[in-house]
C-alpha cells in the first residue's frame, strides 16, 4: 500500500452534513473491524459503518463527568441517556455493532493488539487525554492499516497530542481539512 495513494483516497472523500462518506474508503481497503472513540449520536459512525463491516466498535461513555473538554459536558445526564438509548436503537438491527458504554482507556484492553483496520479517534479532546487515547489505541490497529481522529485543531489540545505521537513513533500526518488526521500504522 502506497502512502501517497491512501493520502489522496483520503483527501477525495466527500463531506456530506458535516462528515466523511467513508464507504467508498472502507470497501476499497477491507476495513472490516472498525472503531469509533466518542459516538455520540453515531453522526459520524453510521457513515463509517454503511459498508457493512465484519466487527463495528461503538466506544462512548454518554456521561457528564465535569470534564469540559468531553463533549458530553454540555448535557444533562438524562440527555446522555436518551442519546445512549436512541443510539441503542438505531443499531439494534445490526449485529455486527458492539457498543462499549465505558472509559476508552478500560474498552481499549478489550482488544487484542493488531485487531482494527480502521479506529477513529473523537473523545476527550484534552491534550493529554487524546495522547493516551493515541498510546492506547495505536497497538490495537494492524500494521499498515488506520488510526483517524477528528478536531485536529488549533482549539483542541489534539493538535499537541497528534503531532507528539507522530514524532515520537516517526509516523506520517494526513491532514483531511478541515479538521481531520490519519495515519497509516507501521
Known amino acids: 500500500m502506497k502512502f501517497d495513494e491512501v493520502e489522496k483516497n483520503l483527501k477525495e472523500l466527500r463531506i456530506r452534513n458535516y462528515h466523511r462518506v467513508w464507504e467508498p474508503f472502507m470497501r476499497k481497503y477491507k476495513c472490516d473491524y ?5 459516538v455520540f449520536k453515531g453522526d459520524n459512525f ?13 466506544v462512548d461513555t454518554w456521561n457528564n463527568d465535569g470534564v469540559h473538554s468531553k463533549r458530553d459536558a454540555s448535557y444533562s445526564r438524562e440527555e446522555l441517556g436518551s442519546q445512549y438509548e436512541y443510539f441503542k436503537r438505531a443499531v439494534d438491527s445490526l449485529p455486527f455493532v ?6 476508552t482507556a478500560k474498552a481499549a484492553i478489550q482488544f487484542p493488539d ?5 479506529v477513529y479517534i473523537d473523545a476527550d479532546h484534552s491534550t493529554e487525554a487524546c495522547y493516551q487515547d493515541l498510546v492506547n489505541w495505536y497497538p490495537k ?3 499498515g492499516r488506520f488510526l483517524v481522529g477528528h478536531d485536529y485543531r488549533r482549539s483542541f489540545g489534539v493538535v499537541d497530542a497528534v503531532n507528539k505521537f507522530i514524532k515520537e513513533n516517526k509516523l506520517k500526518l494526513i491532514f483531511m481539512p ?3 488526521w ?3 500504522k507501521k
Open 34 to 38: 472498525v472503531c469509533e472513540l466518542g
Open 46 to 58: 453510521f457513515p463509517m459503518i454503511s459498508h457493512n463491516p465484519r466487527i463495528a466498535v461503538a
Open 98 to 103: 458492539q457498543i462499549i458504554r465505558e472509559d
Open 114 to 118: 493488531n485487531y482494527f483496520d480502521f
Open 141 to 143: 490497529v494492524k500494521p
Open 178 to 180: 478541515p479538521s481531520t
Open 182 to 184: 490519519a495515519v497509516i
